[in-house]
């Protein structure tokens, strides 16, 4: 098993689709509503929402895939809570997929009309369920040091080694070879 965890490089993909989701929708609603775009532009967001779901499903995948390995340094309901929110997460963009694509189908004015609001208003849900689900991994790396799972005794040897180099806490340190 690799040393490098695939999990925390893939989440950073639906975490910044996630943040653009929102501007993108607006973008095409107010295109929508101002005329300035055809109906069938939208597609750009219902691709955008399908990406993301994409992507968070590949990034749920792998967490699951790391999961055990964790488990070892990491409390099981601080992982439980991490895997909830992100199928969570999961749930809203899939519903928020489905209110845009309802845009595409839908031919009577008020009812497209209504089916943006609902993608614009759904973007924001996915947005503050990425942060909540972002926020619940980031507490697994820097509260529960989850990374230590990934430590190799090469790696901690090197680590313990270099313990005697300047730090942040104490910069004036030196190795103990110079001295």
């Known amino acids: 098993m690799s040393s490098v965890p695939l999990h925390p490089a893939l989440v950073h993909i639906p975490l910044a689709l996630a943040m653009l989701a929102p501007v993108v929708t607006i973008a095409f609603a107010w295109g929508l509503w101002s005329q300035r775009l055809r109906p069938r532009s939208w597609v750009i967001v219902v ?52 209110l845009a694509g309802m845009v595409l ?17 759904g973007s924001f849900v996915v947005t503050a369920a990425a942060l909540r689900v972002g926020r619940a991994g980031g507490e697994l790396v820097y509260v529960h040091n989850a990374a230590r799972a990934y430590v ?11 313990s005697t180099t300047a730090t942040p806490e104490n910069p004036k340190q030196k190795d103990a070879d110079d001295d």
């Open 47 to 98: 691709l955008l929402l399908a990406t993301l779901l994409g992507a968070g499903l590949v990034a749920l995948k792998t967490g699951q895939n790391e999961e055990d390995r964790v488990e070892a340094v990491v409390p099981e309901g601080a992982i439980a809570r991490h895997e909830a929110l992100a199928e969570q997460f999961l749930w809203v963009t899939g519903v928020s997929l489905a």
């Open 105 to 121: 189908v839908l031919r009577r004015p008020v009812a497209v009309r209504a089916a943006v609001a609902a993608a614009v208003l």
């Open 152 to 162: 190799t005794p090469n790696s901690a040897g090197a680590e313990a080694k270099g």
